[in-house]
């Protein structure tokens, strides 16, 4: 007979500190203080595995080159062109990677979520339609994204805010344009818990959204002070 007892998930290992440039963020939160709506175990492999995964990959390529050893991320990823052809894919890929999910732990905290506030809520309302209505369209955009990749916000310095969505780790860094905030739709970020179900994923996702944090974030874009 197979046995029904719930599956238990070993907690992945810390990774060590980074021999380079580069570093994990820490979080300030522990894996399982997103529950119910992103659990502890995918929260783990997320960051101690993904993330720092990406960053492993940086430091190996900055060992050799001095571009990569002297810039911060944001600048890596907005100028591609100055790195060497021969990683710039690797650089790409991991950069873009680190970025998106520096940010990515920023914006969310237990006991968040709800309506947005201040600045951040009337630009929603100006430059979206509206929370429920962005809300939508976020959750859609998120759907669309073919395979892996990101839905993001965007804002420029006057504070105007656009939606996209990015495949793989691309971030609109790479556009020259600032992130107000994202959400990772990679299976990796949800298939645990929601298996195929990203629409549950989206929709259970604004209960972990910072606002305050955004808020900031709003702020120091149009401060021209957004880095990630």
Known sequence: AISAAPRVWAQAAAPAAPAGPFSLPK???????LEPHIDAATMDIHYNRHHAAY??????????NGVIAKASVAELIADLGQVPESIRTLVRNNGGGHANHSMFWEIMAP???????GEVAEAITRDLG????F??????????VFGSGWVFVTVDKAGKLALLGKPNQDSPIMDKQM???GNDVWEHAYYL???NRRADYLK?????VDWKKVNERYAAAKAGKLAI
């Open 27 to 33: 979080r300030a939160y522990e894996a399982n203080a």
């Open 55 to 64: 960053v492993t990959a940086l430091n190996n390529a900055a060992k050799d």
């Open 111 to 117: 006991g968040a979520g709800g309506a947005p506030t």
């Open 130 to 133: 509206g929370f429920d209505k």
């Open 135 to 144: 809300k939508a369209d976020f959750e859609a955009a998120g759907l669309r």
């Open 179 to 181: 992130v107000l905030l």
């Open 193 to 195: 818990k929601y298996q």
């Open 204 to 208: 259970g996702w604004w209960n972990v």
